[in-house]
């Protein structure tokens, strides 16, 4: 399931859970957790069976996140 895309994703959480694993670090994101996705970061995920999430694909040129992001030792998780 390991793949990338050239735009970054928010990866928001509805309900249920989800494994995530991107740069060699893997995390659940639930309810509480989403994460960010820059571009061309390889990721791979797996949901529980009743889950629901909203991903928002950010296709930006110059995105500021994106070169944030290249520097991040793990991915950015976000606290909801």
Do not use: W
């Amino acid at each position: 399931c390991s793949h990338t895309h050239e735009f970054a994703q928010l990866v928001l959480p509805v309900t249920g859970s989800m494994e995530i694993e991107m740069s060699h670090h893997a995390d659940l994101i639930n309810d509480h957790i989403g994460v960010y996705i820059a571009p061309n970061d390889r990721h791979c995920f797996s949901g529980s069976q009743n889950n629901l999430f909203l991903v928002v694909d950010v296709a930006m040129e110059d995105n500021f996140l994106s070169k944030k992001s290249s520097t991040l030792t793990n991915p950015l998780m976000l606290n909801l």
